[in-house]
């Protein structure tokens, strides 16, 4: 149950990032010269991934008579996954973008605005697409 809750507030986290990074590019699109009023989607693969720490070894010293030493290894385990500490994660990966512009129909518009979200968001041509709206 609590696995479950963990991926309903991940899937929720990741579509308020989708929903977000879109109104970003809205704002900065629609600033270009000839764009007029501009809509974006974005579309992820994936949350993302979260490692967490499962258990942690604790190395303790002793002193074993003449100056003799030993390792003991104890290992801890952490409870439920909510309560783990992070120890990497990775963005999610992006599926594509969609721009609807009023000036799409511009090649030259079109094509600025495809080279703005490339260069923005660092992903290939082929993940944009840009249509021109009604």
Do not use: C
């Amino acid at each position: 149950q609590v696995e479950n809750e963990n991926r309903q507030s991940v899937s929720a986290t990741a579509l308020s990032a989708e929903r977000a990074l879109a109104g970003e590019l809205e704002a900065v699109l629609s600033k270009i010269k000839g764009a007029g009023e501009v809509t974006v989607s974005v579309s992820f693969a994936e949350d993302g991934k979260t490692e967490y720490l499962m258990s942690e070894d604790i190395v303790t010293q002793k002193e074993i008579g003449e100056g003799k030493e030993s390792e003991q290894r104890t290992q801890k385990s952490s409870p439920a996954s909510s309560s783990l500490p992070v120890v990497a994660q990775s963005a999610p990966e992006l599926r594509g973008v969609l721009v609807v512009a009023e000036g799409a129909g511009n090649s030259m518009v079109k094509r600025q605005l495809t080279e703005a979200v490339a260069g923005l968001l660092a992903v290939p041509y082929h993940k944009i697409i840009v249509l021109e709206a009604e």
